[in-house]
T-cell receptor, first 113, second 113 residues
Framework: DGGITQSPKYLFRKEGQNVTLSCEQN?????MYWYRQDPGQGLRLIYY???????QKGDIAEGYSVSREKKESFPLTVTSAQKNPTAFYLC????????????FGSGTRLTVV | QQQVKQSPQSLIVQKGGIPIINCAYE??????FPWYQQFPGKGPALLIA?????SEKKEGRFTISFNKSAKQFSLHIMDSQPGDSATYFC????????????FGKGTTLSVSS
């Protein structure tokens, strides 16, 4: 079945450590996105990529980094510079045509301990 | 100008009621307005979407009403059921420019039986 796989589902990180969240899609979608979800804050855009080897910052990119070396993969690194990294992270992809919408993964819940 | 303002934050209705969720935007360049439904621990899923050239769109029990002059759009859920209990997000983007979706902060709906 086609879809988006995010791993791991739960992740614990010590303060001061970098951590990478995985996002893989087999939908042959060109565009991929990372959102952060906090209670009462909705979904806030971190980074997005319309094509391989190209990506743009979203509204809250500080403390995060991404790469897009393959069409299928868009990993997100949460660096130690991110002041408040504990959150639910959602990856999405789209064909670039709006009416077909985004396909979201099931998310990764990151907790800093 | 990039914000999408959503209200109410939470909503409780009885089974069979018609909950209404409202969203407002400022950026007149937005041309794609989807609604997403999210269950706890899952990623959001596309529910219904509309473009500004129509004033209303229905899909099953879900209806979007769109008021271009007021820069507002709303979601109505007819004959609501306990299974509709979820968080609903409105969103907007400049689809022709390939910009990423900007989401509202979400409305948590509870339908009591």
């Amino acid at each position: 079945d086609g879809g988006i796989t995010q791993s791991p589902k739960y992740l614990f990180r010590k303060e001061g450590q970098n951590v990478t969240l995985s996002c893989e899609q087999n939908l042959n979608h060109d565009a991929m996105y990372w959102y952060r979800q906090d209670p009462g804050q909705g979904l806030r855009l971190i980074y997005y990529s319309q094509i391989v080897n190209d990506f743009q910052k979203g509204d809250i990119a500080e403390g995060y980094s991404v790469s897009r070396e393959k069409k299928e993969s868009f990993p997100l690194t949460v660096t130690s510079a991110q002041k408040n990294p504990t959150a639910f992270y959602l990856c999405a992809s789209s064909s670039g045509i709006g009416l077909y919408g985004y396909t979201f993964g099931s998310g990764t819940r990151l907790t800093v301990v | 100008q990039q914000q999408v303002k959503q209200s109410p934050q939470s909503l409780i209705v009885q089974k069979g009621g018609i909950p209404i969720i409202n969203c407002a935007y400022e950026n007149t360049a937005f041309d794609y307005f989807p609604w997403y439904q999210q269950f706890p621990g899952k990623g959001p899923a596309l529910l219904i979407a509309i473009r500004p050239d129509v004033s209303e769109k229905k899909e099953g029990r879900f209806t979007i009403s769109f008021n271009k002059s007021a820069k507002q759009f709303s979601l109505h859920i007819m004959d609501s059921q306990p299974g509709d209990s979820a968080t609903y997000f409105c969103a907007a983007s400049i689809d022709q420019a390939g910009t990423a979706l900007i989401f509202g902060k979400g409305t948590t709906l509870s339908v009591s039986s």
